[in-house]
């Protein structure tokens, strides 16, 4: 039924939103791509598989520890693997991204030791419920997922215009140095920038987790790939990019596995984005002024 369908591809792309959030926070303020954003997110969704599906503690509190434990991760990224590098004279402008890939290969590995190869299963107290409203059926993990998925892009949306700390953020985005200039603690504001993005991947594992009911050690490549690629088509470092990014591609891939052919959903998903791209290469949301001011 097209409005389940339109209902599954929704909180779908509420979910790969949030991913992309995390990425387009992190570009926005460095310039450049998190590579080990996916494996942060992997070890949010692990979180929620320990205390939830292991230790049956209320999912509350796994959306809680979650958040701590991605914000240490991102922390710790930010201050041994990335911020060393911005102190140094003559740094190539790769050396970060491949200090992130680093991460990225450190924290697979890791969830591999901890936790075994293979999927584990996450099972809720609610993943069996479902509401029903005339012909279509919702579960009540959808309403949940979508919810949190809003209220979160809200909450950063108003934060980032309305407070203080949100408009110095932008303010280190728009230009380091300006900022630093009218008094901003940029490297404050760095950091800050990647344990918040960190945090937001954490609470999309767990989501994730609720939607699949399963979570497995390389989940964090498939969803990185995604979460990348949804930046792209909504304008690097853009947050409205992001959100209607993640929406298109949730959209498109649920309509793909409905109507097509399910073996081919991320092919033909992604050959949608080239398609908006070759008619918009700056992405949807992105501007020539905003590729420029590096």
Known sequence: MLVEQLINGITLGSIYAIVALGYT???GVLGILNMAHGEIFMFGAFTGVVLVSELHAPLWLAFIAAVLITSLLGYFMERFALRPLR?????SHLAPLISTIGVSIFLENLAHF?????NHPFQTSISNVKIQLGNVSIDM??????LISVVLMLLLSVWLSKTKAGKALRATAEN???AAL???NTKKMITFTVIIASAMGGIAGILVGMAFNSVNPQMGLAIGLKGLAIIILGGMGNIKGAMVGGLILGLSETLIVAYGESGYRDAIAFIIIIL?????PQGLFGSKVSDARR
């Open 25 to 27: 926070l992190v570009f």
């Open 87 to 91: 102190r140094m004279q003559g740094v």
């Open 114 to 118: 901890l936790f075994g190869a293979g």
């Open 141 to 146: 993990v959808q309403i949940i997922i979508f």
């Open 176 to 178: 380091i140095e300006t």
């Open 182 to 184: 009218l008094g901003v």
């Open 276 to 280: 908006i791209l070759l008619v918009k």
